[in-house]
């Protein structure tokens, strides 16, 4: 059964309509003729999501997100998505943005990572922007 749950971890964080967040995602996955199994979202700290990117990527730095794709099948989507609430709202801050709308946009951006875009060169930044700007536009 498909699914996207929505958990907190070192956080007291509940999304105000997870329904209309887990439709959307869902929308975006089926646009891109994929079909979603299981995609977990874990809201923490930064400390929280600073020890994952230590421990697994190797990396001492803050990130607003880490995607951990556990898909057998391509066609297939399964996956964890950390998110730091704390980094999300010093973004919001940074960039002059709703904390809602950084976080959908970091919401979307860990579905586009299960999905196969990157963003680790400056040509895959600029069209997983388009690509984040895109289902940002078809939120409900």
């Known amino acids: ?30 646009k891109e003729k994929r ?19 230590q421990g697994f990527l190797n990396h001492n730095t803050l990130t607003d997100i880490i995607t951990f794709d556990n898909s057998e099948n391509k066609a297939v989507l399964e996956g964890e998505i950390y998110i730091s609430i704390d980094r999300v709202k010093e973004n919001a801050s940074k960039f002059k943005s709703e904390f809602k709308n950084e976080l959908d946009r970091v919401i979307i951006h860990g579905v586009l990572h299960l999905l196969g875009y990157k963003d680790k060169k400056a040509s895959d930044k600029g069209q997983m922007r388009k690509k984040e700007e895109a289902c940002l536009s078809l939120r409900k």
């Open 35 to 53: 079909q979603l199994k299981e995609i977990n979202y874990i809201f923490c700290t930064d400390s929280f999501l600073l020890n994952l990117n």
């Open 1 to 30: 059964m498909a699914s996207i749950n929505f958990f907190s971890e070192e956080i007291s964080f509940s999304l105000d309509h997870p329904r209309k967040t887990s439709s959307w995602i869902k929308s975006m996955i089926k």
